[in-house]
């Protein structure tokens, strides 16, 4: 008998690769991707890892799956990226126990940099995609994503959205399926593939007419039929907006949408008298269905998709009523997402401020990297010029260094935290040392991975189960791939990090300066006694330059700024900066 909970999109994901069996899991954090390599680590009978980027998580779970062993590596669209080398080669080789690959997308850009569809990554690499559209099926689609895995021989790509993988419904358990991986079988010719890969090529054609016949009967791919003045092609989150606000329309939910149903879908659009296609972001369903000239009874082939329905952001039932009921078109839509969002900040107390704070009295060229610290570049610091992708900011660095070393080789710092150093920061680094640069790099060692929630990294001398490992040395490191000069220096000393940045800038060398303070948000940081400052009025000249520090427990609404006691952690940062000594501990603060 099963119990019915009410889980995430990806709690359920991490529940059905335990109740299908999975053996070992890997990934690297990024939202909306996280919660799943989080929830997988509480099953004990799952290998599990944070990795150290997203290309050795594939590689690592892929190498499980040759061994024979059933398992999943999960990260957000853009983290696929990193590991797409990888992902466009194992349509050749296949697989041995069944391999499945969560891509978890964000469309409307919440916590990304881009809002890329991954959908055409399914077809780039020729592997079938199973893509849910709410918690049940998130559970059941990974159990048969494993089964297709292993039946067609090849990867399965679960690709979701920031909606489906954080939204709650309830979900059906079922008892968990677990059986010792298969034995290993040395295969040369199926596995090493610039040597063999070519014999195979044909393979992957074959198995894609195989996949497509399998999807037209596909029991996920299933026709509700209602009334038929409108039938609906739709998939994923876009079926839960499109029956709201078509509640009466015959629909063609697809439940697999790599390789498509051609028969099914023609089956569908040749018994309603329109065609809309509703899909977030790109045209992947209607690009195909406009190949294959799909027709209504009327031999018409008009297709209503993103003629009518953005290619922007997220849908809503909101958007869809306004494109398709109301003919608003892209301009309500437009309106619909101009509404001001809140700022993000640095959370009081950040040590990322006082270099920050640093970095703009020193008037540098600062290019940044993805974490809490790419935040430098908002109000009131305005310190960071480029931020782009994981790691990039230390090559983008050296190739402004290029250009333009005479004139601002004195002036330019690439800033990266700890763990997108690790991730992906320590090879742009030895190219600088190799062609001889002498870019300086400010590494910001916060002690976790800060912004995805503080997941467990290389440096922290803990894995994802809190069990002691090794630390990565990052002085040692630095200074064994070339770099001589490497200083230490604590972020809250204004006067020690200002002159370590200046004695890195003036050599003609590359240097690393490491700023180095725990994250205020991590459990031990909290446990701390915290003593809250305040402003002393009588004291305050109303110069303002404690605000600089970008302190969001301080208000400067008033003449005289006013720290909140709720907020602040007693970091003495604004202390530090004012010139008159009118901020001072509170006196007789409980803890």
Known sequence: MSTKNFLSGNEAIARGAWEAGVHVAAGYPGTPSTEIIENLALYDDVDVEWSTNEKVAFDVCYGASIAGARTLVAVKHVGLNVALDSLMVTPFSGVHGGFVIVSADDPGMHSSQNEQDNRFLAKFAKIPMLEPSNSQECKDFVKIAFDMSERFDVPVLLRTTTRISHTKSVVAFDEPKREPPKPYKKDPEKYVVPIYGKRRRMNVEERLKRLEEFANTFVHNRMEWRERGIGIVTSGISYQYAMEVFPDASVL?????????RKLIEYFCDGVDRIYVIEELEPFLEEQLRIWNVKNPYGISDITGKNAVPNMFELSPDILRRTLLHGDGHTSFEKEISIPPRPPILCPGCPHSGAYYVLR??????????GCYTLGALPPFNALDTTFCMGAGIGNAFGIEKVKRSVLGKRLVAVIGDATFLHSGIAPLIDIVFNKGITTVILMDNSTTG???HQQHPGMGKTIRDIDTYAINYEELVHAIGIRHVKVVDPYNLEETEAAIKEALA??????????RACVMIESERAKPHHPYEVI???????????????PALDGSTPIPHISRERCIGCDLCARICRFEAIKPISNTLN
């Open 451 to 453: 912004m995805t929630g």
């Open 507 to 516: 050599l003609e060398e590359p240097a690393v300066v490491i700023s180095r």
């Open 253 to 261: 939910k697809l439940g697999m949408t790599f390789p498509l149903p």
């Open 361 to 370: 009295k020193l008037k540098v060229i600062a290019t940044g990297d993805i």
């Open 537 to 551: 009025d009588e004291l305050c000249e109303e110069c303002d330059l404690c605000l600089k520090i970008g302190c």
